[in-house]
């Protein structure tokens, strides 16, 4: 099966010229909170992009039937009953990582990406295309929390992962040179690096389209 | 048929349906993981004491290998178990449950003590969400093992805990200390208040036989609450555990709380019946009154 351009463009789009973080300026609040590590990063950027594709197809699926003075109503109540189940699988198959997310998994819920794409494609278009809009927007999420987190795990704790990478004994607190950058730390930190990203990404873009 | 979605009664019988299958949805859900759920929490649980008696379980199941150390529940609280009892090695080791309030969340723990109910043998410490790389810290094995050997009494045997103190700063004397994490300033001092608190709850369990009587803070405390008949039967209670002090008579605090009540009697005189000098200096107030 051959994806159409429409298709293919609702799954690629997201990831760089229409990305729901760097152009959207969707979701930074969750950019703040989780990426501090690049774990919880990425558990965060796997479940929005699953949640978005599934609740997408969902809403898609349904779109027809759906009375317009209660759309957001009942987009709601599908991301949160969707939350809510992953949130209960999780606690049921992978308690570590339920007990890591704790209180961002229910802040997924109002993730502005979700209802903003539910809003904007799924009410308008069909579940095929629907879902690769959500996989798309959910990696084009996930792949800014996964760099910010890179960046600050790397600088604030000398970690990836939680493995140590710089060694030990280049530490001051060891007789070395080194020491971590604590402000990496800081949740203000996330606003610049993803800042950076921003101008980097749009000084690169602006010169693909002259 | 061509429905009208714009209608009042379809919006409202269209919503209603939705809430409908999304309740029995989760419902289904929720019973069909709950056990699974409550199974993986106990584990944990298990998981975080092990953690705290310092037993390794990544070669073997953790849920086999507690089965193997634990006794029995010396105290609990509700569903919770507050103080258990394991044997590792031969050797008794008492596990108590922190609970506390760090700088986003609660934040707790386990404490395992040797049969001395002093030293800390270990300690393992969670929470429910303290920034990674800062309060997140508490819970390596770096901050941790600064507790082990410790103890949690004075030389005299009273109660003391233990603080955890800025690099330089120095704990009262008679109390041992460790370092609070860098950066970490609020979480650090919820540790320690967290300790402070928690070791004073148990402090009936960590005294039992070892701590002089008039000199526990508890007892004292209790000596002056004797006057309210419930209290006064805790003050028994607490006198009892207290080997130096003798509390036979515990119904009517003949002995005990004769101090107690003379002061009841002063603040207003009002159930000053449960010992024979408090009813006697009740009734001479009242009569003054008349």
Redesign the interface.
Known sequence: MALSKKTKEAFLGPLNVNNPVLVQILGICSALAVT??LR?ALVMGISVTIIVAMSNVVVSLIR???????RI??QL??VA?LV??VS??L???A?DVA?QL??YLGLIITNCILMGRLEAFAMTNDPLDSLMDGLGNGLGYAWILVAVAFVR?FF??GKLLGYQIIPDSWYVANGGFYENC?MM?MPAMALILVGCIIWAHRAYNDKEAK | MKMNTESSVYTIVYAMILVVIVAVLLAVVNQGLKSRQEANARLDQQKQMLVALNQDYSNSDPAVLYQKLVVDTLLSEGERANIIRFEVENQTKYVLRLHGQGLWGGIGGYMALNDDKNTVFGINFNHEGETPGLGGEIVTEKFRSQFFGKHIKDVQGNLRSIAVLKEGKMADEGQEQVDAWAGATITSTGVSEMLASNLQEYSEFLNDGHTECHKSPICEKMKQDCCQTKAGTECCKAEKACQQCKCENCDDCKDCCAGGCEQCCNNGCKDCKCCDKGKKCCDNKNNDKE
Request: charged content about 15%; aromatic content about 6%.
């Open positions: 501090v590590q919880p027809k039937s759906i009375p317009s003075r209660i109503i009942i109540v599908v009953a809510t189940i209960e699988v606690k049921a198959f308690y007990m704790s209180v795990e604030g704790s604590g730390l």
